[in-house]
């Protein structure tokens, strides 16, 4: 099974910071993967898929890059509805994987 | 726009089976993969498996062996039954509509998702 990585596990930052978010697969994934916010309480929510289409709806200060193994979730200018944890997810192969997670928590 | 709403007990009993049922709302099942995903402090986010509107399924390998899913059509509803569980099954229980695209490599994504059922296992 291809197992999922991703750092920093937490972070604090501000309303208007630019936030990077870094994912690793253990294998080569192509551009198959995906990243979900969740809120507290809440399911998560799709954010980008195919690694940099984002989901229609989302805002574009949302941005998705990599190929192979290593993947940034980057979020221009961070909003107060932002803080929320993030996960990477891969769909290459069965069974899919998310990653452990990274919290993004207000300074 | 599609939503999910699932129901079913909170808490199972040790060496019983959890069901719980997932509806769709606002759209057909059919054409559609239907997943149940897990969340738990200790092993984070895991997929169970999924089944198509036809009945063909996939199961987690970890899971395998305890898992069956089934899909009402006439109902648009879909099912999870996992038997024999453990505290090591207490998690929160998601049902996720996958996407697919067909292409190479695979595409695909788990979108919308159910509101989450936590289903706790104690005696």
């Known amino acids: 099974d291809i197992q999922m990585t991703q750092s920093p596990p937490s972070l604090s930052a501000s309303v208007g910071d630019r936030v990077t978010i870094t994912c690793r697969a253990s294998q080569s994934i192509?551009?198959?993967?995906?990243?979900?916010?969740?809120?507290?309480?809440?399911?998560?929510?799709?954010?980008m898929y195919g690694a940099s289409s984002l989901q229609s709806g989302v805002p574009s200060r949302f941005s998705g890059s990599g190929s192979g193994t290593d993947f940034t979730l980057?979020?221009?200018?961070?909003?107060?509805e932002d803080f929320a944890t993030y996960y990477c997810q891969q769909s290459y192969t069965t069974p899919p994987a998310f990653g452990p997670g990274t919290k993004v928590e207000i300074k | 726009q599609v939503q999910l709403q699932q129901s079913g007990p909170g808490l199972v009993k040790p060496s019983e089976t959890l069901s719980l049922t997932c509806s769709v709302s606002?759209?057909?099942?059919?054409?559609?993969?239907?997943s149940w995903i897990?969340?738990?402090p200790g092993k984070g986010l895991e997929w169970i498996g999924y089944i198509y509107h036809s009945g063909t399924s996939s199961y987690n390998p970890s899971l395998k062996s305890r898992v069956t899913m089934s899909v009402d059509t006439s109902k648009n509803q879909f099912s999870l039954r996992l038997s024999s569980v453990t505290a090591a099954d207490t998690a929160m229980y998601y049902c996720a509509r996958q996407v697919v695209v067909p292409a190479t490599p695979s595409y695909n994504w788990f979108?919308?998702?159910?509101?989450?059922?936590l289903v706790t296992v104690s005696s």
């Open chain 1, 30 to 47: 192509s551009s198959s993967l995906n990243w979900y916010q969740q809120k507290p309480g809440k399911a998560p929510k799709l954010l």
């Open chain 1, 74 to 80: 980057t979020i221009t200018s961070l909003q107060p």
């Open chain 2, 26 to 34: 606002d759209g057909s099942i059919r054409n559609y993969y239907w």
């Open chain 2, 38 to 40: 897990r969340q738990s």
């Open chain 2, 111 to 117: 979108d919308p998702w159910g509101q989450g059922t």
